[in-house]
C-alpha cells in the first residue's frame, strides 16, 4: 500500500486566524500548533503514485509545494500585542498582549464565543489583555490597588484563564458605561466565565476568567482544569498547552529584561 508522505510544513501553513479587533492588534495572528488539522491533512493530501510494472514496487510521491515555512519555535512573536495608553488608560510600559491564542484553548473559545454573541447584539469588544507575564502583573501590583491586589502568578492571566475586553463605540474605547458593562457582563456569565463586574475591590467590569473550580494556589503548581469532553473536543490538548507553555516562558524572559532595564 502505498503510505501518504505527511507534510507537517504545509500542514502548518493551513493555521492562520484573524485577529479579533484588528484595529487594535498590531501583528499578525498565530494559531497554536494543533494536530487535528494535521490528521484531516494526512488524509486529504493528494498522493501521486508511481507504479514500477517489473518489480512491482510502489512509490510514493509527495506532490510539489512550495509552502510558506511558520516558526513554530518563534510563534510568540507573532502575538498580536498593544501599547500603554492604546485604550485610553495608562497600563504600564509594558506592552500587553491581546492575541486569542495566547488563551488557554476552551478559555479562548469561550471568549470568540463571547466577542461574536456581543457582536450579535450590536456591541464590538476589543481584547485590551489576553496572557499576561508575571513581570507585566507585577508591573500592576507596583501601580496600586487601583490595578490589582495580586502579584506575579496570582493572576488568572498568567495561565491563560483570563482577559480584558472593552466594548469600543465609533472606534473609541468605553470604560464608563454601567449599562453598557452589565450587558457585555450578562452575557460572559451565561457562558459560564466569571465576570469582574461582581467585584468591588477592585471594579473590573472589562475581566473574565475561568478556572474550572481550581485556585491560583492549585494553577501556580501547574494543575489544569478539566475541560468537558475534552477527548472529543479538544484531542491535542496536551500539545497545545505544551506548546502554549513554552511561548508563555519566551515572553517572560522578554518582559523580565524589560523589568531589568
Ligand atoms: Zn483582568
Redesign the pocket.
Known amino acids: 500500500m502505498p503510505k501518504p508522505l505527511l507534510s507537517v510544513v504545509a500542514a502548518m501553513t493551513l493555521l492562520s486566524g484573524v485577529c479579533f479587533t484588528a484595529q487594535a492588534q498590531h501583528s499578525s495572528l498565530f494559531a497554536p500548533y494543533d494536530c487535528r488539522e494535521h490528521a484531516e491533512l494526512f488524509y486529504s493530501e493528494p498522493v501521486e503514485e508511481v507504479i514500477v510494472p517489473d518489480d512491482a514496487i510502489t512509490v510514493s510521491l509527495e506532490v510539489e509545494e512550495t509552502p510558506e515555512v511558520v516558526d513554530t519555535v518563534n510563534g510568540w512573536k507573532h502575538w498580536c500585542y498593544v501599547e500603554n495608553f492604546h485604550y485610553g488608560k495608562d497600563r504600564g510600559a509594558m506592552p500587553m498582549i491581546t492575541d486569542l491564542n495566547a488563551l488557554h484553548p476552551y478559555f479562548r473559545d469561550r471568549i470568540k464565543t463571547l466577542i461574536e454573541t456581543c457582536k450579535a447584539k450590536g456591541i464590538t469588544l476589543a481584547v485590551v ?1 489576553s496572557y499576561r507575564t508575571h513581570a507585566k502583573q507585577n508591573e500592576y501590583k507596583v501601580m496600586g490597588k487601583k490595578y490589582t491586589n495580586s502579584g506575579g502568578g496570582k493572576s488568572k ?1 498568567q495561565y491563560g484563564l ?1 482577559v ?1 475586553v472593552v466594548p469600543v463605540v465609533d472606534g473609541v474605547a468605553v470604560w464608563n458605561n454601567t449599562a453598557l458593562w452589565k450587558r457585555v457582563g450578562v452575557e460572559g456569565e451565561k457562558l459560564g466565565l466569571r465576570w ?1 463586574g461582581r467585584w468591588r475591590k477592585p471594579y ?1 467590569p472589562g ?1 473574565f476568567e475561568w478556572t474550572g473550580g481550581l485556585t491560583s494556589t492549585h494553577l501556580a503548581v501547574g494543575q489544569l482544569p478539566t475541560i468537558p469532553r475534552v477527548e472529543d473536543l479538544y484531542p491535542c490538548m496536551a500539545e497545545d498547552i505544551r506548546i502554549l507553555r513554552r511561548y508563555w516562558k519566551e515572553w517572560e524572559t522578554a518582559q523580565s529584561a524589560m523589568t531589568r532595564k
Open positions: 489583555e492571566h483570563a480584558d469582574g473590573d475581566h
